[in-house]
């Protein structure tokens, strides 16, 4: 049995994924690569060393799939000790007018796949009284603008979160959730081009800028620790104080 624990990483060829990846090996994990692209991955396993990192190219939001990923963790370093459900996808638009294959995507993806790949990790996080970290969203705390389906499924995500909590605590299982706002990722490349956008999002912000992912990295890796012990069923914002507001505007700025 290999000494070192491991985690599985949904989502890991970019951004948060990515960041998160490379944090957990730097915590000392193995690193189970998970995508759907594996040209991403292949370079983060290099860059971690072939020896703590494999590739599991799977679509979570397919059962089956999601369990060839927990099959690969167990064939390489013998079982799994964290999960990291950071897969998802965003497509934007109002409760009118978005398609119903969009909406039905992120619910298979953002919902579905973290429900897959837990189930499927759940008889090894029993025996290693592991833990599960879902990346979640301020979307999924309060309601965004042209947003709704993802609203709807990252709010699925937090629930779920705190009802997996309940139900798997009694197996030593927590399950915890950080809660980004909008993250310095290639998603977020679209508004570098619109500089108002861009304001907007540093106003509504206290903190005066997006959240880098390594920042995210940081906070999933404190919750996937042993200092995070008896932390269990939270959502924690990773936000900069966006979620301390009750959106009302700054009038000291009028």
Do not use: C
Request: no cysteine; net charge neutral; hydrophobic share 45%.
């Amino acid at each position: 049995m290999n000494a070192r624990k491991t985690a599985i990483v949904t989502g890991a060829g970019t951004g948060i994924g990515r960041a998160t990846a490379l944090r957990l090996a730097q915590d000392g994990f193995n690193l189970v690569l998970n995508g759907t692209r594996p040209g991403p991955l292949e370079e983060i396993a290099k860059e971690i060393g072939a020896d703590k990192a494999v590739v599991a190219v799977a679509d979570v939001s397919k059962r089956d799939e999601a369990a060839s990923i927990v099959a690969t963790s167990v064939k390489a370093f013998g079982g799994v000790d964290v999960v990291v459900n950071n897969a998802g996808v965003v497509l934007p638009g109002t409760a009118d007018m978005l398609a119903d294959a969009d909406f039905d995507r992120m619910m298979a993806v953002n919902v579905g796949g973290v429900r897959n790949v837990t189930l499927a990790a759940l008889p090894e996080l029993r025996k290693s009284k592991g833990n599960v970290v879902n990346v979640s969203s301020v979307s999924g705390m309060r309601g965004d603008w042209a947003m709704y389906g993802y609203n709807a499924s990252k709010g699925a995500v937090s629930l779920m979160t705190q009802a997996m909590a309940l139900d798997l605590g009694r197996y030593g299982v927590r399950v915890n959730a950080v809660a980004p706002a909008t993250t310095n990722t290639r998603l977020a490349e679209p508004l570098k081009g619109a500089p108002k956008a861009i304001e907007a999002l540093h106003k509504r912000i206290p903190m005066g800028r997006l959240v880098e992912p390594e920042e995210v990295a940081s906070v999933v890796s404190f919750l996937a620790g042993p200092d995070a012990a008896f932390v269990n069923g939270v959502i924690l914002p990773v936000d900069g104080g966006l979620s301390a507001s009750n959106g009302q505007p700054n009038f000291l700025d009028q």
